[in-house]
């Protein structure tokens, strides 16, 4: 039985996360204490039909049912080979900004604080989130986004993401990635008045930029760099890294090597998801 249990901060995404495993044909619930789960888990394998594939959400609520909670994750391992824990976190920023715009207060918040739920809740799962098997931060994730990650996690993929993304360093660097590489170092396609108003996902501009031997050199630099290093980044305890490239508007270089490097990473065993900060300033 393949067994996805849904964990993480309120805010992050989990209610999001077990809709996309019920579109997936997983039998969903929400809420469920681990030890109630055990019952389930022996109780199903006894049916003429067992349930085959289950996802159900697991968090701090279930503390004051389970006194027992890491205790019981552990048990549900041994008893479901297949079980896999899946946290999800995101910004304390992120979550201050999604909170705010729901008007809700946070569970655990003194008088619904949520930065003061936030950090409450961080320790009560601190040990469930170093139990995991994947951690997800969803930050700059949209539900297509998120779909994409907990799919290709549900193939067997390497648990280890990378995030790329173009931006316009004339709209700011307000990303939260680990790498930024500055593509203006590469021809401008703006100034090529049948190019300007295209953008790097562009066939046309795409082979326009491929034409040039510093183009291709810096792609295969920067991929053959990644091979080597993601090991030592997986080795040191990061489940994730994020890439930023930038160029001027965030419309054409940036976009094309981001699209670039996508598809040289795309086949790998690691999850790669990739997005245009700057789309909705495209000029057309």
Not at 215 to 229: E, G, H, P, Q, T
Request: aromatic share 10%.
């Amino acid at each position: 039985m393949k067994v996805k249990i849904i964990t993480g901060l309120s805010g992050s995404g989990k209610s999001t996360a077990l809709r996309i495993f019920e579109d997936l044909d997983y039998y969903a619930m929400d809420n469920v204490p681990a030890t109630l789960l055990e019952s389930f888990i022996k109780l199903n394998k006894q049916q003429e039909k067992p349930i085959d594939k289950l996802a159900c959400v697991v968090d701090f609520r279930s503390i004051k049912v389970d006194k027992n909670l890491v205790e019981n994750l552990e048990n549900l391992k041994k008893i479901n080979e297949d079980t896999k824990i899946i946290y999800l976190t995101s910004q304390d920023e992120t979550i201050l900004k999604r909170y705010n715009e729901l008007r809700r207060p946070h569970p655990l918040g003194s008088f619904g604080d949520v930065k003061d739920g936030l950090m409450k809740e961080k320790r009560e799962l601190k040990k469930i989130k170093e139990m995991a098997d994947i951690i997800i931060d969803t930050s700059s994730y949209n539900n297509k986004d998120l779909k994409k990650v907990l799919l290709n996690f549900s193939k067997n993929k390497e648990n280890f993401i990378i995030n790329l993304f173009s931006f316009g360093y004339k709209n700011g660097l307000s990303l939260d990635v680990d790498v930024v590489f500055d593509l203006r170092f590469l021809p401008n396609p703006f100034y090529i008045k049948d190019l300007k108003h295209l953008n790097g996902t562009d066939e046309k501009l795409q082979e326009y930029l491929d034409g040039f031997e510093i183009a291709n050199d810096f792609k295969n630099l920067v991929y053959d760099n990644l091979l080597k290093l993601i090991p030592y980044f997986i080795k040191e305890g990061k489940n994730s890294i994020s890439i930023g490239f930038g160029c001027t508007g965030g419309q054409h270089r940036s976009v094309y090597m981001c699209e670039k490097i996508y598809e040289k990473l795309k086949d790998s065993d690691y999850i790669v998801v990739r997005k245009h900060r700057d789309r909705e300033k495209w000029k057309k």
